[in-house]
């Protein structure tokens, strides 16, 4: 399996719902990434897990909770969102080949158009 | 913390002709520098990067150059086609499972 996989596609939510999206991989990558992006913009960096364990927060409102439960799995908890949290959020991974030297090509899933109502 | 600057934000080109993306980063500490196409509703998949250690790569119609002592890298596009329309964004990794993008050109290829 060499994909990335992310459900749901589409989410639309209120403000005052929780929700959670996934993300999976199979390829044995041992970080995982959630990164945000609006339209007509680069990805926004908001979490890396290494090892399963988070090691980059880039200064996300505590509405956004991530959990990585296992080596495949990265999920990311939604909460008491704003309009303008609405956003395409894309999953990423990547193998670790040098910890902490060198860059690692990361690999995108297919994203969760997420609309905040 | 590392900055890279994209250019140009939009090229059109015609069908045949070569097409070439510039970045620049910031940090000289940079070590992995790689492109990303990313077509209208999908994904961004990762189409070549080049390592610190090298000046140059080539894979098919795509490839990329390096110059660590400008701290610039550009995507060279050879033949293009109508389905090499997409965004293309440069990003740049000094390490740690962190990658900081470019702003993203907007590539227009005409038959």
């Known amino acids: 399996d060499t994909e990335v996989t992310q459900t749901p596609k589409h989410l639309v939510m209120g403000m005052t719902n929780k929700k959670s999206l996934k993300c999976e991989q199979h390829?044995?990558?041992?970080?995982m990434y959630w990164y945000k992006q609006k339209a007509k913009k680069p990805p926004e960096l908001m979490f890396v897990?290494?090892?399963?364990?988070?090691?980059i927060n880039e200064s996300v409102p505590s509405r956004f909770s991530p959990e990585c439960p296992n080596s495949s799995l990265l999920n990311l908890h939604l909460h008491a969102l704003q309009p303008e949290d609405s956003a395409l959020y894309l999953c990423?991974?990547?193998?670790?080949?040098?910890?902490?030297?060198?860059?690692?090509?990361?690999?995108f899933g297919p994203g969760t158009r997420l609309t905040v109502t | 913390g590392e900055n890279v600057e994209q250019h140009p934000s939009t090229l059109s080109v015609q069908e045949g002709d070569s097409a070439v993306i510039k970045c620049t980063y910031s940090?000289?500490?940079?070590?992995?520098f790689p492109w990303y196409k990313q077509e209208l509703g999908k994904r961004p998949q990762l189409i070549i990067d080049?390592?610190?250690?090298?000046g140059e790569k080539k894979d098919q119609r795509i490839a990329v150059t390096l110059n660590k002592t400008a701290k610039h890298f550009s995507l060279h596009i050879t033949e293009t086609q109508p389905e090499d329309s997409a965004v293309y964004f440069c990003?740049?990794?000094?390490?740690?499972?962190?990658?900081?993008f470019g702003t993203g050109t907007r590539l227009l290829v005409s038959p």
């Open positions: 990423a991974s990547s193998p670790i080949t040098k910890p902490g030297l060198a860059g690692d090509e990361q690999y």
């Open positions: 390829m044995g990558h041992r970080a």
């Open positions: 897990y290494s090892y399963e364990k988070l090691s």
């Open positions: 940090d000289s500490a940079s070590n992995y």
């Open positions: 080049i390592r610190s250690n090298v």
């Open positions: 990003a740049a990794s000094t390490g740690f499972q962190k990658l900081v």
